[in-house]
């Protein structure tokens, strides 16, 4: 293994994050954050071009970690990257999710349907929920997805 497979082996893991303008990229995810209005948020390291100058005077080009915030609808996790080790801030500290009763017609169709918070789809009858709770229901097969606001996107952790 050479110095930089080594560096990018301990730098922690990696994602890709897709900017306003459209340009994707290749970050160290250092963390994950929920705000108050109850967005996901990764805490994230871009490794851009910085000068190095050394002692000598000469100068090259070099890797700079530069932290930003990348929204959790814009971060693809990279087969392969652990990310259970992340610090996550927020995640059981509100009822973030909404589980919304549906109407069976069969036995077999699912009975709720899980909505992000803040869903317009969601109706009037439903429970909210905590992250924990909300992502054993996405193992569950009486629980669907709502296809607007798509919840398991942001409980892929």
Known sequence: MDAEEEWRSKAGPWARAVFPDGQALDV??????????????????????????????????????????????????????????LPTDGSVAGRQWVLERLHQYNEEDPSRRLHRRDCWQARSSHTRITTTEAAEMLRTPLVDICDVCRPDRALRC
């Not at 871009?46 to 190095?52: M, T």
């Not at 005077?57 to 970690?65: E, L, S």
């Open 28 to 85: 160290i995810v250092t963390a994950r954050y929920r705000s108050k209005d109850g967005r996901w948020w990764y805490e994230a390291e871009a490794i851009l071009p910085a000068r190095h100058e050394a002692a000598d005077g000469t100068t090259k080009t070099m890797g700079a970690p530069t932290p930003i915030s990348v929204p959790a609808d814009d971060i693809t996790p990279i087969p392969g990257e652990d990310y259970s080790a």
